[in-house]
């Protein structure tokens, strides 16, 4: 009878999930700050800026990497964690299981924490959320095999007689494939600004009180250079969060990212994260609410996690500007398209888009007489900067254009934001960013020629369509949607 009644809890539990999907809060860092006035805007917008500016460039420049065992070629890694959002799990078994803190980040594959003892090197002054402190090694997880496929595709796909090799298994057991004893040698991961070194372990991860996967793969860092809090990978990998779940949860996910223009005082809710979003699900909400408008994905063969769409043109009023070709296709290299990333603040455009875009606003905006605010550019990393209220109504509207018919018309706030100046005089600036030039290569590292930032897609749910190879954007209330699903 017990058996019965279990089987049932399990029987309505997966019909729940694939009804409605797992519902879990994102809660962004600004929220740990007490208040955030007038004067605090400007140092969040600056670095926030040069980190937007970071990731996307030393990825290019650099290439992140992962180490390959000794006669292998170095291939690229994700880029840099991003510090925006979060998300909480609990490891270990469910009578002991302890919570940590996640940076969500969709531009990566794998699921990283530090572990006790961790050293964590030039980390000093970094924030961190609750919860980050690091955690011993979960009683019930265990290293794995040097022989696991997942040991090959977190060492960039190594073959298992090189990684046996070098976790000393024998010969003999080499050759008759007898190493599943001996443990994943070590895994030297960077990104664009940090790096650690790391072991897989699989155990118990929950998601909620309801979800729970017990052999679940992650990576136990003792060593950070830069990186003291770990990173929930949402990229297209074997090793990510959504890969390791149920394939009711697996092929779908979504975000809405809650408008917070760097007021802590802004984020009431938390922003809602749906696993195994259900399209019939999504088309049940409110008449003033759009429908999805999605772009197909882009295959990437050097950087196969990435979400890769094609930006086709950006227009400002009436004017449409075509994006240059590199945005619209991803080449053998892994060179080109645009990424849709939630670890990147400000959207990077290549220079020569960028550029005609900021002229063409920079001519409606003069066209309305607004004054430049060079001032509020040198404190941003911003530009352009103009003087203006919340009053003025004469901002030119925008609008990003994807493969696929997908226009994506952006609420003014995601891409022109009014605070006050140092002087107490109300400024805003155009949000978006230059990337450099998308034709140059880099020392061997490629990458995108765009990323989609988070603060563009505030005000959107989101929707990463892996099983249908699209993404997709609808407007939404982003706290009404979290209070819609929660009551359920």
Same mark, same amino acid.
Do not use: W
């Given at each position: 009878m017990r058996r019965l009644c279990s089987l049932v809890v399990l029987f309505a539990l997966a019909l729940q999930l694939q009804c409605h999907g797992l519902l879990l809060p994102l809660t962004n860092t600004l929220s740990s700050l007490r208040a955030t006035n007038d004067t605090a805007v400007h140092p969040l917008l600056r670095s926030s800026s040069l980190r937007s500016a970071a990731r996307h460039h030393r990825h290019r420049a650099r290439g992140a990497h992962r180490l390959p065992p000794p006669g292998h070629h170095q291939l690229s890694l994700p880029l840099s964690p991003g510090s925006d959002y979060t998300l909480s799990l609990s490891v270990g078994p469910s009578s002991n299981a302890a919570p940590v803190s996640l940076f969500l980040d969709t531009g990566s594959d794998l699921v990283w924490f530090p572990c006790a003892p961790f050293t964590c090197m030039l980390c000093e002054g970094k924030p961190t959320p609750n919860n980050s402190s690091p955690l011993p090694p979960p009683i019930d997880s265990r290293r794995v095999s040097c022989a696991s496929p997942l040991c090959s595709a977190a060492h960039s796909s190594a073959p298992p007689a090189d990684l046996?090799?070098?976790?000393?298994? +024998?010969? *003999?057991?080499? *050759?008759?494939? &007898?190493?599943?004893?001996?443990?994943? +040698?070590?895994?030297?991961?960077?990104?664009?600004?940090? &790096?650690?070194?790391?072991?897989?372990?699989?155990?118990?991860?929950?998601?909620?009180?309801?979800?729970?996967?017990?052999?679940?793969? @992650?990576?136990?860092?003792?060593?950070?250079?830069?990186?003291?809090?770990?990173?929930?990978?949402?990229?297209? !990998?074997?090793?990510?969060?959504?890969?390791?779940?149920?394939?009711? #949860?697996? !092929?779908?996910?979504?975000?809405?990212?809650?408008?917070?223009?760097? /007021?802590?005082? /802004?984020?009431?809710?938390?922003?809602?994260?749906?696993?195994? /979003?259900?399209?019939?699900?999504? &088309?049940?909400?409110?008449?003033?609410?759009?429908?999805?408008?999605?772009?197909?994905?882009?295959?990437? +063969?050097?950087?196969?996690?990435?979400?890769?769409?094609? #930006?086709?043109?950006?227009?400002?009023?009436?004017?449409?500007?075509?994006? /240059?070709?590199? #945005?619209?296709?991803?080449?053998?290299?892994?060179?080109?398209?645009?990424?849709?990333?939630?670890?990147?603040? @400000?959207?990077?455009?290549?220079? *020569?888009?960028?550029?005609?875009?900021?002229?063409?606003?920079?001519?409606?905006?003069?066209?309305?007489?607004?004054?430049?605010?060079?001032?509020?550019?040198?404190?941003?990393?911003?530009?352009?900067?103009?003087?203006?209220?919340?009053?003025?109504?004469?901002?030119?509207?925008?609008?990003?254009?994807?493969?696929?018919?997908?226009?994506?018309?952006?609420?003014?706030?995601?891409?022109?934001?009014?605070?006050?100046? *140092?002087?107490?005089?109300?400024?805003?600036? #155009?949000?978006?960013?230059?990337?450099?030039?998308? &034709?140059?290569?880099?020392?061997?590292?490629?990458?995108?020629? !765009?990323?989609?930032?988070?603060f563009q897609q505030q005000g959107f749910e989101v929707v990463y369509d892996v099983d249908a190879g699209r993404v997709g954007f609808a407007r939404r209330r982003c706290t009404d949607l979290w209070d819609s699903l929660s009551r359920r």
């Open positions: 046996c090799a070098a976790a000393r298994c +024998p010969l *003999e057991d080499i *050759e008759t494939e &007898s190493c599943a004893s001996h443990a994943c +040698p070590p895994l030297y991961y960077a990104y664009g600004d940090g &790096s650690l070194v790391a072991h897989l372990r699989r155990g118990r991860v929950a998601l909620a009180a309801s979800m729970a996967v017990d052999n679940f793969t @992650f990576a136990c860092a003792r060593t950070a250079l830069g990186e003291p809090v770990g990173v929930a990978g949402f990229g297209r !990998g074997p090793l990510s969060l959504p890969a390791q779940l149920s394939p009711a #949860l697996s !092929g779908r996910f979504s975000y809405c990212l809650v408008a917070h223009s760097f /007021r802590a005082d /802004r984020l009431i809710r938390p922003s809602p994260l749906i696993l195994g /979003r259900s399209p019939d699900d999504a &088309s049940r909400l409110g008449p003033a609410e759009t429908d999805f408008v999605y772009t197909p994905l882009l295959h990437n +063969p050097k950087h196969p996690y990435f979400y890769s769409v094609a #930006l086709e043109a950006v227009s400002v009023g009436g004017t449409r500007i075509r994006a /240059r070709r590199e #945005l619209g296709y991803v080449d053998r290299a892994g060179n080109g398209g645009m990424v849709v990333d939630s670890g990147t603040t @400000f959207t990077m455009l290549p220079n *020569e888009t960028y550029a005609r875009v900021a002229e063409e606003f920079g001519r409606a905006m003069a066209a309305a007489q607004f004054a430049r605010a060079e001032n509020a550019e040198a404190q941003t990393g911003l530009t352009p900067c103009y003087y203006y209220s919340a009053s003025d109504r004469a901002v030119p509207p925008l609008a990003l254009h994807f493969r696929g018919n997908a226009t994506v018309a952006l609420p003014r706030r995601n891409y022109f934001m009014g605070f006050k100046s *140092e002087s107490g005089r109300g400024v805003g600036c #155009l949000m978006l960013m230059n990337g450099g030039d998308a &034709s140059r290569e880099g020392d061997g590292g490629g990458g995108p020629a !765009g990323t989609l930032g988070n």
